[in-house]
């Protein structure tokens, strides 16, 4: 769904209706070994002795690997677990297939992780469910209907739910790099007046802001970052602002607050802290 790895019931199973017509021969020998064996790692598939093809990017992957994918997007499979990083399926039930008033339901998920959003920027990822259907169509659908609705602000179109605005809480987040809040680049940009960028993969003298810098959110603003890493056992932090540093021990306490959830959630290997304020 977009970018989320995980999702409820109710949406993997509109995301993956089952499709079991136009299967190749290849993805019919892996269905049948995966209803067969119940659970099954790609490696049990060499067995099969089907050799490489080349996939989606031009480079060559295994063919077996390649229909097990294929048979999880059609719903006939299910990634149940991962072992050293490789996903491990099993078969699934049989779902109904696919529907407008599905894909509606799928679209009208999408718009609420992030709304507001430009509407550019919800076609584009709604488009990742064209498999489906007509997600725009069906988005267009929605507008028509009033269950989203269209502000323009600045001479741009957003969509939103049509809902009360809750109580922001006043918190400090560390938010991951495809956080539903810093997904949309271009809307990061539009709300907070500055630019974010994932450097992992940017040469290391053309980094900005850090290999892998954590959006800092404060109440409901983005005012800069956290890169964070484990030396010597110890958790070194060192955060960065866009401005100036908010000021008063509200916001000190929060930040200390997010830092101790930050340390449990990497677990009881930690020797302690080294925070560079």
Do not use: C
Request: hydrophobic share 40%; proline share 8%.
């Amino acid at each position: 769904l977009y970018a989320y790895g995980f999702l409820t019931r109710e949406l993997h199973a509109l995301l993956h209706p089952t499709r079991a017509a136009g299967l190749t021969k290849t993805e019919r020998r892996v269905l049948e070994v995966v209803r067969e064996r119940g659970r099954v790692h790609p490696k049990d598939l060499a067995v099969l002795g089907i050799r490489r093809r080349v996939n989606a990017w031009g480079g060559k992957s295994k063919a077996t690997t390649m229909a097990l994918d294929e048979l999880q997007h059609r719903g006939l499979i299910r990634v149940v677990a991962r072992e050293a990083g490789i996903r491990v399926y099993e078969p699934t039930p049989e779902r109904p297939p696919g529907s407008k008033a599905g894909l509606r339901r799928l679209v009208l998920a999408i718009a609420h992780i992030l709304a507001p959003a430009p509407e550019a920027s919800l076609r584009r990822a709604v488009g990742a469910l064209r498999r489906l259907g007509d997600p725009r169509a069906a988005l267009k659908e929605l507008l028509a209907d009033g269950t989203l609705e269209r502000h323009v602000v600045n001479g741009e179109a957003w969509l939103t739910p049509p809902r009360a605005l809750p109580e922001v809480p006043r918190v400090v987040r560390f938010l991951a790099p495809f956080d539903p809040v810093v997904w949309d680049r271009a809307r990061f940009e539009r709300l907070w007046g500055w630019e974010y960028r994932f450097e992992a993969y940017t040469p290391i003298p053309k980094r900005v802001r850090g290999y892998y810098a954590l959006p800092l959110l404060w109440v409901d603003r983005v005012i800069g970052w956290v890169n964070a890493k484990v030396e010597d056992g110890k958790l070194a932090v060192e955060p960065g602002f866009v401005g100036t540093k908010p000021r008063g021990p509200e916001f000190r306490r929060e930040f200390d607050a997010e830092l101790a959830r930050f340390e449990h959630f990497l677990g009881s290997g930690l020797r302690g802290r080294a925070y560079r304020r």
